[in-house]
């Protein structure tokens, strides 16, 4: 059993900057890609970033491409998402998910586990 727990959400005003952060417990982390998805009110959860197993390679959406960077650091089972310049469309609940395999996908359907995720409000 796969167990995900997402932290950092919060309220933020526009321009400014949120770090979170996903522990996963319950298989050996550093044989797993992660990524990041989120879903805003009334819409369909959407691809973020994704990174490789051993935090080589990485994966953004365009609308985050150099304003978020995911990292990792396979001792500690954590994987990271630094928010910067953020923008009120990146208002939504935030979830992080490890791949099936090393390499990431940008396809929901193919992460199996998801944790609760969290909030993340950006104001204008």
């Known amino acids: 059993q796969v167990q995900l727990v997402e932290s950092g959400g919060g309220v933020v005003q526009a321009g400014g900057s949120l770090r979170l952060s996903c522990a996963a417990f319950?298989?050996?982390?550093?044989?797993?890609?992660m990524a990041w998805f989120r879903q805003a009110p009334g819409k369909e959860r959407e691809f973020v970033a994704g990174?490789?197993?051993?935090?080589?390679?990485?994966l953004y959406a365009d609308s985050v491409k150099g304003r978020f960077t995911i990292s990792r650091d396979n001792a500690k089972n954590t994987v990271w998402l630094q928010m910067n310049s953020l923008k009120p469309e990146d208002t939504a609940v935030y979830y992080c998910?490890?791949?099936?395999?090393?390499?990431?996908?940008?396809?929901?359907?193919?992460?199996?586990?998801w944790g609760p995720g969290t909030q993340v409000t950006v104001s204008s």
């Open positions: 998910a490890p791949g099936g395999s090393g390499w990431y996908s940008s396809k929901e359907y193919e992460y199996r586990y």
């Open positions: 319950g298989r050996t982390f550093s044989n797993y890609a």
């Open positions: 990174i490789d197993w051993s935090g080589g390679s990485t």
